[in-house]
């Protein structure tokens, strides 16, 4: 077991690591990733071929996840391989255009699908990080204590970015980090660059800390108001106290944040995961959902009014006609450019490359992504691509959602809502920003991910439903 002990910590250690480094959204920070990522998969199989490994129930039970994530990598590795220069013409000719603009007076006989194929490289190097995240959630977390440790560390890291923007907005202190200024005396960005991207990193780990806190609790059935307030009062003097004021840490840093779509995208996501958690569990968990719902309204009301929530609020109504065309003029010429690559797309990784020939006179400043996670797969990888991982996320969904409804165990049962949660708040999210897009926030998001399955079948064969 050294060899998967040893794949366990430098695993764990990336996620504490990841949004340090500008969210690892620079060429040097996430080859680091996807080298310790790699390393980690290396340590595992050395285990593995020892035969020195836990259970890979999980993994097998997640078939058709890694069916939908195989064929993502051939799909992408499809994009930038080289093929004949007909068959280009004919499944993209506004590819097989660009390339001939680019070399006008050259004769090759054989081009990409994707105009950038250097980028599309990159972009694929990354997926296969990506994937064998997901696949080391679930080789790993192969017991409950497993599974516990890798939510506990990510939320972790989670505090970690909260308590250092945090504290970094408190005192007004702006920093160069690697070249780029922070303006950290303005909002709270922890690690990354933009605060919209500390907020999608903090919806995903508060949605794993929630899903632990409803995982620890337990169901007594039909209870007084009384009953209800002193169950409230034993939880906070109880030994779940840390991980309930780790909760309000981070809220209270999504709050400094000031993303108006943050904070949205993490509330809606609250009240769709406990309707949802209402609507189809069997094995009522309504005084759970109604215990976190008040404890968060206690966090927004009394903790969030301390350290600026009105700030927040009043961007929001704030909001002009303006803002919002800052964020939807990109995507609406980025259309354009779906339009002209419709099955295929310009290749991942090509946005900056694409939107130069679309964008309009009236968009000022460089756009390397679009505002809309959904719009860029779709211009970068067609119709066919998004089809395939739009598939991941949505098949993580049902499968939380059926755990809500038929697990009896609690752990299972939070793992599910803490899915669901942090599913639909990068959802809501990604209709504004490009969180998928940065590596530490995308790493995180296939963690989370991997708790679907986790949830629906974890601990079935010991007897735990």
Not at 347 to 371: E, K, L, S, V
Request: glycine fraction near 8%; charge should be positive.
């Amino acid at each position: 077991m050294r060899f998967e002990r040893g794949a366990l910590v430098v695993f764990l250690a990336l996620l504490v690591w990841a949004p340090f480094p500008l969210g690892s959204n620079r060429a040097w920070a996430w080859t680091l990733l996807e080298a310790g990522l790699f390393l980690a998969a290396a340590l595992w199989t050395i285990g593995w071929m020892q035969r020195r490994h836990g259970s890979l129930a999980l993994v097998r039970a997640a078939w058709p996840a890694f069916a939908l994530l195989g064929a993502w990598l051939v799909y992408l590795a499809l994009l930038w391989t080289p093929l004949p220069a007909g068959l280009v013409r004919a499944l993209s000719p506004q590819a097989a255009a660009v390339h001939a603009l680019a070399a006008p007076y050259a004769e090759t006989s054989w081009i990409t699908l994707s105009i950038d194929p250097n980028a599309s490289f990159v972009f694929w190097l990354k997926s296969c990080a990506w994937a064998i995240a997901f696949f080391l959630t679930l080789a790993l977390a192969h017991t409950r204590p497993r599974a516990q440790l890798i939510a506990i560390v990510l939320v972790l890291s989670g505090l970690a970015q909260a308590v250092y923007g945090g504290l970094m907005h408190l005192t007004g202190t702006n920093l160069e980090i690697f070249g780029t200024q922070i303006p950290h005396a303005a909002h709270a960005s922890g690690g990354f660059v933009n605060r919209n991207h500390l907020a999608g990193f903090l919806e995903i780990t508060l949605a794993l800390g929630i899903g632990l806190m409803v995982g620890s609790l337990r169901e007594t059935g039909r209870r007084t108001w009384r009953q209800f307030f002193r169950d409230m009062a034993a939880l906070l003097l109880s030994p779940r106290a840390p991980l309930r004021l780790v909760l309000v840490a981070m809220v209270i840093a999504l709050v400094m944040t000031r993303s108006r779509m943050g904070n949205t995208a993490f509330f809606s996501s609250l009240l769709i995961a406990g309707g949802v958690a209402l609507a189809l569990s069997r094995h009522a968990t309504r005084s759970t959902v109604i215990l976190i719902a008040s404890l968060i309204a206690i966090d927004i009301f009394i903790v969030g009014s301390w350290f600026g929530v009105e700030k927040t609020m009043q961007r929001i109504e704030q909001t002009t006609t303006r803002d919002v065309s800052e964020r939807e003029d990109p995507t609406v010429y980025a259309v354009e450019i779906a339009r002209d690559y419709p099955l295929f797309g310009a290749g991942p990784g090509t946005f900056h490359t694409a939107f130069t020939r679309y964008r309009g006179p009236d968009i000022q400043g460089f756009f390397d992504h679009a505002h809309n996670d959904y719009t860029q797969f779709l211009v970068e990888t067609g119709a066919i691509g998004t089809a395939i991982i739009g598939a991941l996320p949505l098949m993580a969904l049902v499968l939380a959602v059926m755990a809500l409804s038929r697990r009896r165990d609690p752990l299972a049962r939070g793992f599910a809502f803490a899915v669901v949660m942090g599913v639909s708040a990068i959802a809501i999210h990604s209709t504004v920003d490009f969180n998928l897009q940065i590596p530490a926030n995308a790493f995180a998001f296939m963690v989370l991910l991997a708790y679907a399955w986790i949830a629906f079948h974890l601990g079935r064969n010991d007897g735990v439903d």
